[in-house]
């Protein structure tokens, strides 16, 4: 007999191995990161609903969850298994919006807590006649499950009616995925006119994938055509390494084709003997559990380096679309270096005012205008920076995700933030004039507003100011001309500095927002080891 392995150092390592893998993140819009994201989730949900329960409590029923595509039948199905209607069937599609657990009334108190499916609100309701309004999902938007009791079916095995996985509806096709993850037992069902179809397929393989225990149906197969379809059918499965599957056929009757809800006893007979056994024999039943728990964590051999992976190359990503933000400021910062001690600012109305100065312009009046050339240089950097980082970006498919491509209305302006930050600039320099000022030993010292005015020219005019630093020497002396300059200098570079800062840290605040790290590839990886040593 297979034995579930359940001792507490396995599970304290595959809930490491859980939180690590919810923990992953893939933001970016990479080619393989909707697969990693879709695997991830799959991952969890089989993890938080399935393996942890099942090797926690080895001695709870088996959970047989009916899956398949729309119309295939599944609701007709478990009603026929049950002997009961318990779940809505009929010829409108989808007809299970609500997923459907039957168990046998004493195995009631395994369903009823959060055991297994977590993230569902458990619902009750009566007994219900055929031709009752069945309960649908809360208002609010509530994710329910409904869970019946019938004395018909055994102890030890549950039935649960899925969602269509094929629904038109996204919602149910992720809630049919989840709940198919839950299981013990994976009933496929399909149709003798649909079951070439891709949908089930798709599952089939995932099954074959995951190593889980599996039973097909073959539901609504016409009398005539029962041996030909079934010889197709078991050809298709055996291609594809599913031979060993076993297989039930379903003849097509009025009760499957008008959604009658029931079918004969008869025609449903050989699936649920096969059930029976799985709840009621020791072997089938350890044999069945153990498959599919162990088939998942096989499975994590190859799924846990696949998710590493796409962590990757998230943070290569990252790092890529950060070096071009960091290029584009770096090389726009040297260039504005290049341009401030070229004299730049001292351009257009600045070089106006400074000619007039002092006769026909006041300290304050060139300080005003150097101050706005200042900013709109500094703004015209850091928009040929962003321009620079967004040709860059329209080159890296990473940067298309929705964070990254916004702009958030709510943010100032670089304007409005350049212009505080060059008032600041401003007021700090007469601060220091104020101070130079001070010390001077003379009666008449001159008026400190002028000496910002010549010393901020200075810096600013290049070549063209030279009669600045010469005025500025007359005005404070030759040291005290120098020492302003030095420490105004020191003062323009910290701003320019900050600024440049202020503005490549904006820019890379929603891509630092997203959260993309190193740390997940290798916590992957070792969670994962860990858990291999443990077993």
């Not at 299970?96 to 055991?115: I, K, Y």
């Not at 063209?464 to 020492?483: D, F, K, V, W």
């Amino acid at each position: 007999m297979v034995t579930l392995d359940v001792r507490p150092q396995l599970l304290d390592a595959l809930s490491a191995l859980r939180d690590r893998v919810a923990a992953a993140r893939f933001p970016l819009p990479l080619a393989g990161a909707p697969r990693a994201r879709a695997n991830r989730d799959e991952l969890l949900a089989q993890l938080d609903d399935y393996l942890v329960p099942r090797l926690k409590e080895p001695e709870a029923p088996l959970l047989a969850v009916v899956g398949g595509s729309t119309g295939a039948g599944k609701s007709t199905l478990v009603n026929s298994l049950v002997g009961r209607r318990v779940s809505e069937a009929g010829v409108l599609r989808p007809t299970t919006r609500t997923p459907v657990l039957v168990c046998h009334p004493e195995d009631h108190h395994w369903f009823s807590g959060m055991r297994v499916l977590p993230d569902l609100t458990r619902v009750w309701v009566p007994h219900q006649d055929p031709g009752d309004e069945l309960l649908l999902p809360g208002e609010d938007g509530t994710r329910v499950l409904r869970v019946e009791t019938a004395d018909s079916l055994p102890r030890g095995i549950a039935l649960l009616d899925a969602p269509d996985i094929d629904s038109l509806v996204a919602d149910n096709r992720v809630l049919a995925a989840e709940l198919i993850c839950a299981a013990d037992i994976w009933v496929m069902v399909t149709t003798a006119a649909r079951y070439a179809d891709a949908v089930p397929w798709h599952l089939l393989r995932s099954a074959k994938e995951h190593n889980a225990t599996l039973v097909t149906v073959l539901d609504r197969v016409p009398h005539q055509v029962v041996s030909e379809v079934s010889r197709q059918y078991g050809a298709l499965l055996a291609k594809a390494g599913l031979g060993d599957v076993p297989r039930f056929t379903v003849p097509e009757l009025p009760e499957s084709a008008w959604g009658g809800g029931l079918l004969p006893a008869s025609a449903v007979a050989t699936l649920r003997s096969w059930l029976v056994q799985q709840a009621q024999d020791p072997g089938a039943r350890h044999q069945s559990m153990a498959r599919t728990a162990y088939g998942v964590l096989d499975s994590l051999k190859s799924r846990m380096p696949e998710l590493a992976g796409a962590a990757a190359a998230q943070y290569a990503a990252a790092l890529r679309l950060t070096a071009a933000v960091d290029g584009a400021y770096d090389s726009e910062h040297a260039r504005v270096r290049g341009r401030l001690q070229g004299g730049a600012v001292l351009a257009g109305d600045a070089l106006k005012r400074w000619r007039a100065f002092p006769l026909d312009c006041s300290a304050g009046e060139l300080l005003d205008a150097l101050a706005e050339s200042l900013a709109a240089l500094l703004l015209c950097t850091v928009t040929a920076a962003d321009e620079r980082v967004d040709d860059a970006w329209r080159r890296e498919p990473a940067a298309g995700a929705p964070e990254l491509t916004g702009r958030d209305p709510s943010l100032e302006s670089a304007e409005h933030r350049i212009g505080m930050a060059v008032r600041r600039w401003r007021r700090e320099l007469e601060e220091y004039a104020e101070e130079e000022v001070a010390d001077l030993d003379r009666s008449i010292a001159p008026d400190p507003e002028v000496v910002a005015a010549l010393v901020a020219t200075a810096l600013l005019g290049g070549r063209r100011a030279r009669s600045a630093g010469e005025g500025l020497a007359e005005r404070i002396g030759a040291h005290g001309a120098l020492r302003l300059r030095d420490r105004a200098g020191r003062l323009l570079n910290d701003h320019l500095d900050r600024v440049v800062h202020t503005e490549r840290e904006r820019r890379l605040a929603p891509l630092d927002a997203l959260d993309v790290h190193p740390e997940p590839q290798a916590e992957l990886i070792a969670a994962l080891s860990v858990l291999q040593k443990e077993r």
